[in-house]
T-cell receptor
């Protein structure tokens, strides 16, 4: 069964804190991995793609462990504006013609307090 | 920066009525998608569209649903006879040859 599992939170942290989110996926055929953020009643917005070697974008670091089917996101020096729901997303592309439909986790809610 | 647009932002309809949700994908993108999100639940895939035809659809996308790209810019989702359980946010997304998908702001559909 295709599933992406995340801790729903909420994570309540003070400004400046470091926070880490974890995600596991069940389908080993998953090809591409992403973190999206979603503000309340808004669309998912791409935060970053996740590569096998790990990647960093400013305060955000993403890691992928294909053997364990595990993805993580680390946010350093949290800002008030980081408050949102963080969605772990995988893309299963198969060579039979699938166009890479995204499979979403339910998301982890982050609330950064002053 | 180019973005996906969707209209209307909010649609209220009576059960059994037909609705058409409209999307304008990013102009040079090739692959188009519809997703939905019921309040409090995760985003779910409905259908993907490429080269003027459906390439994949989920079990949610039954005979009541259809998609169309009537011209070079619009991409529509039609629900023929709405049910109460169709109430949700409907997101359109598009991508070019890369895997990253970009989402429109959504249409909130309320079925009464």
């Amino acid at each position: 069964r295709k599933e992406v599992e995340q801790d729903p939170g909420p994570f309540n942290v003070p400004e400046g804190a470091t926070v880490a989110f974890n995600c596991t996926y069940s389908n080993s055929a998953s090809q591409s991995f992403f973190w999206y953020r979603q503000d309340c009643r808004k669309e998912p917005k791409l935060l970053m793609s996740v590569y096998s070697s790990g990647n960093e974008d400013g305060r955000f670091t993403a890691q992928l462990n294909r053997a364990s089917q595990y993805i993580s996101l680390l946010i350093r020096d949290s800002k008030l504006s980081d408050s949102a729901t963080y969605l772990c997303v995988v893309n299963i592309e198969n060579y039979g013609g699938s166009q890479g439909n995204l499979i979403f986790g339910k998301g982890t809610k982050l609330s950064v307090k002053p | 920066e180019p973005e996906v647009t969707q209209t209307p932002s909010h649609q209220v309809t009576q059960m059994g009525q037909e609705v058409i949700l409209r999307c304008v994908p990013i102009s040079n993108h090739l692959y188009f998608y519809w997703y939905r999100q019921i309040l409090g639940q995760k985003v779910e895939f409905l259908v993907s569209f490429y080269n003027n035809e459906i390439s994949e659809k989920s079990e949610i996308f039954d005979d009541q649903f259809s998609v169309e790209r009537p011209d070079g810019s619009n991409f529509t989702l039609k629900i023929r006879s709405t049910k109460l359980e169709d109430s949700a946010m409907y997101f359109c997304a598009s991508r070019d040859r890369g895997p990253e998908q970009f989402f429109g702001p959504g249409t909130r559909l309320t079925v009464l």
